[in-house]
Structure formats: structure tokens, C-alpha cells
């Protein structure tokens, strides 16, 4: 009997955890949602991405557009955005309802006309809107209105957008993740359809293309090539591999840094308002100073030219200088793109590993260095490892 008892009990749980699991999703389609207020709507939309809703009625007599719109922000200081774009697809050029929390925690919802990505005017829209409210409850923020739109207008293209901080009173910029990038579509007022928009899929694409471009050109194999040149040629054994193998690595490099820079100009253009200064200007720097090192091959003096000790110092300074911003450029296109944390932490682990190998290779060279200066100080120095009989021979080769 006990156990009967216990099996009811457990049967029981498990029917309640299962309902629950019912309950919560559905609580996640937008049909299941109330307002306050008794707010109504004849069609509700699940919106795919960022985890929002759009509740709306059309009252074409008057053409009319009595809409709610939900979605939880990126963080509770954050703010959400609903828009509509006149013109085109995109968040830019779109007239948009952005709502947020004021210093004293309360709710407010304003009107924006979005120009760039770095400046947006809060200012009366080009549609009349009426009966603006914003509520904010169990992790989510809502926006109420009525827009007043064009007469016989059948769809509308809008746009959706989440942020985590809000600055002065002015919201500022989001992220740039595949969700915020695919949040737009169209809004079929006669059907009572809304539809998505995958254009955002191939600007991501470009942007994780230019990513892995630049990485490996920049951030890899440009270093791996000069720490070939600095220690391989130090002994005779890799004469004269270790030329073809620097310029192997220099080369191959440039060309993907400039297919990367190349990507680099295509999204510019795709993404108008959208301003990376910094990564941009070491971009150019690199490219241009790149392309000076390709070109310096072709001017590198013969060996007995009493100008080739400045070509030496002009290509190795150079060649440190372009490794250094490279690696710094590297970080600051992680830092935009903000891929998931295992690839920043694996770049971070293979810089880590190519530090520790010069470093390695660097206190060799100079070990052996010094024990045969020591070893046959009658011998000049000529800074070249022979690994046959250890003679020193000239690095400036």
C-alpha cells in the first residue's frame, strides 16, 4: 500500500512538472500574453528573434496602426526599439519607438529618427503618433502606441532592436550579433503576416569572413614568418630554406590581409553609419605599410652595398612594426565582431605559444652566441650559427 501511495505521489509530480513545462511554453508565444488596461489587438506576431512580440491592429478605414511591442531588454538598464523604415530594410533611416527606464526607474517610450548608428534625434516622426506608453514587468519591456499611417498602405517594413545601456538619456549603440543583425522584416497589414528578412546573413557572413582573413594574415602567419627569418637563419643547416620559407609566409600572408582588407572596404559600404575609426585607420596603416615591404624586395641592395645596413634596419623595423599593430588590430576586430569566448581565448593561447617560442629560441641563439665568443674569442663574430663547426656568421645577410 505504501509503495502504491508512493507511485501516485511520484505520478502526480511528474504530471505537475509537465504541465508546468506546457504552461511556461506557452507563456512564450505572443497568443498567451494580456495587457493591462484591456488592451486588445487582432493579430499577434512571434517575432524570431530576439525574443519578441508584436501585437497590432490595422484600421484601414483610417489607416491606423494600434500595435504593442515586447521584447526583453539586454539588460534591465537597457532599452528596446520598435520602427518602421519609409525607405528601406535596415535600422538606418527608420522612424522608430525606443523605450527605457528614466533615472527615477520609471518608463518612457520616445520617438527617434534613427540617421546613424552614432547619432540619433530624438524628434517627431514623419507619422503622427498618439497614445505613447511604456510598462516594464517580469524582465520585459513594452511599448504601446497608434501610428497614423499613409493612406491604402498595404505593408510596411519594420525593424526590432534590444540594447544594454542607456546613456543621458539616450540609448546607446546595440550589439552586433547574428539575432540584433536578422531582426527586421515586413508587416502585411492586409494578411496580418509578418514576414523576416535574411539580409542580415550575408553581412555576417562578410564580417566573419574578414575576421578569419585578417587573423590568420596579421595575426599568424606574418609573425610566424618573421620568426622564421630572425632564428632559422642563425644556422647554415636552414640555408638557404629559411629565405624561401619567410618569403613563403610573408607573401602568402599579404595576399589574405589584402582579400581581408578587401572584405574589410565591402562592409563599409554595405554598413553606412557604421564607424570603427580606430580598427580602420591601423587597417589602412597595415595595408600601406605591407605593400612597402613587398615593394622594398624589389629594392634590396646587393650584400657588399654599403646601403644595405639601412635596408636591413628600414625592413626589420618596419617588419616588427607591422606585426605589432596587427596583433593589436586582431584584438580590437575580436572586440567588434565579439565571436563566443573560446576564440578569442584560443587567439590569446596561440599568441601566448608563439611568445613563448621566440622567447625560447631567443635565449638559445644568445646562449650559443656567447659560449662560442667565449670558446674562440680569436674567431671574429659574424652572427650566423654554423651547426658544423660553430663559426658565427653576418645576420645582416
Not at 16 to 37: D, R
Not at 56 to 64: A, E, G
Request: hydrophobic residues 40%; charged residues 15%.
Amino acid at each position: 500500500m505504501a509503495r502504491l501511495h508512493q507511485s501516485l505521489v511520484l505520478g502526480a509530480l511528474f504530471c505537475l512538472s509537465l504541465l508546468l513545462q506546457i504552461q511556461t511554453s506557452l507563456s512564450l508565444t505572443c497568443s498567451s500574453q494580456k495587457f493591462t488596461k484591456n488592451r486588445l489587438y487582432t493579430h499577434c506576431n512571434d517575432l524570431p528573434h530576439l525574443g519578441s512580440f508584436l501585437h497590432w491592429t490595422y484600421d484601414s478605414d483610417k489607416s491606423s496602426l494600434r500595435l504593442a511591442f515586447i521584447a526583453p531588454p539586454a539588460s534591465s538598464f537597457g532599452w528596446i526599439a520598435w520602427a518602421i523604415n519609409p525607405n528601406s530594410t535596415g535600422m538606418l533611416g527608420s522612424q522608430a519607438l525606443i523605450a527605457f527606464k528614466n533615472e527615477d526607474g520609471s518608463m518612457t517610450v520616445k520617438t527617434y529618427n534613427l540617421v546613424s548608428y552614432n547619432s540619433i534625434n530624438q524628434t517627431e516622426l514623419i507619422y503622427d503618433v498618439s497614445d505613447k506608453e511604456a510598462e516594464y514587468e517580469g524582465g520585459e519591456m513594452r511599448i504601446f502606441a497608434t501610428i497614423s499611417l499613409p493612406k491604402n498602405t498595404q505593408k510596411l517594413n519594420q525593424v526590432w532592436q534590444v540594447g544594454s545601456r542607456v546613456a543621458n538619456g539616450m540609448p546607446s549603440i546595440h550589439a552586433f550579433q547574428p539575432e540584433n543583425l536578422n531582426s527586421k522584416g515586413t508587416l502585411d497589414l492586409i494578411k496580418g503576416q509578418s514576414d523576416t528578412s535574411s539580409g542580415g546573413n550575408s553581412r555576417l557572413r562578410n564580417r566573419n569572413i574578414h575576421g578569419v582573413l585578417n587573423s590568420v594574415s596579421w595575426g599568424i602567419m606574418l609573425p610566424i614568418g618573421i620568426m622564421i627569418a630572425r632564428y632559422l637563419r642563425a644556422f647554415k643547416l636552414f640555408h638557404p630554406a629559411w629565405f624561401y620559407l619567410h618569403v613563403f609566409c610573408q607573401v602568402s600572408g599579404y595576399a589574405i590581409g589584402v582579400a581581408g582588407w578587401a572584405t574589410g572596404l565591402k562592409l563599409g559600404a554595405q554598413s553606412k553609419g557604421v564607424q570603427y575609426t580606430t580598427h580602420r585607420y591601423i587597417g589602412i596603416t597595415l595595408f600601406c605599410a605591407a605593400t612597402l615591404q613587398v615593394f622594398a624586395l624589389f629594392l634590396r641592395p646587393k650584400k657588399d652595398n654599403k646601403f644595405r645596413s639601412y635596408w636591413n634596419i628600414y625592413h626589420h623595423g618596419l617588419g616588427y612594426g607591422i606585426v605589432v599593430l596587427g596583433i593589436i588590430n586582431v584584438f580590437k576586430g575580436l572586440a567588434i565582431l565579439d565571436p563566443e569566448k573560446k576564440w578569442r581565448l584560443a587567439y590569446i593561447v596561440l599568441i601566448i605559444i608563439l611568445g613563448g617560442i621566440s622567447l625560447f629560441l631567443e635565449a638559445i641563439t644568445w646562449i650559443v652566441v656567447v659560449k662560442r665568443k667565449s670558446s674562440d674569442s680569436e674567431k671574429p663574430y659574424d652572427g650566423i650559427i654554423d651547426s658544423k663547426n660553430g663559426r658565427q656568421e653576418p645576420l645582416t645577410s
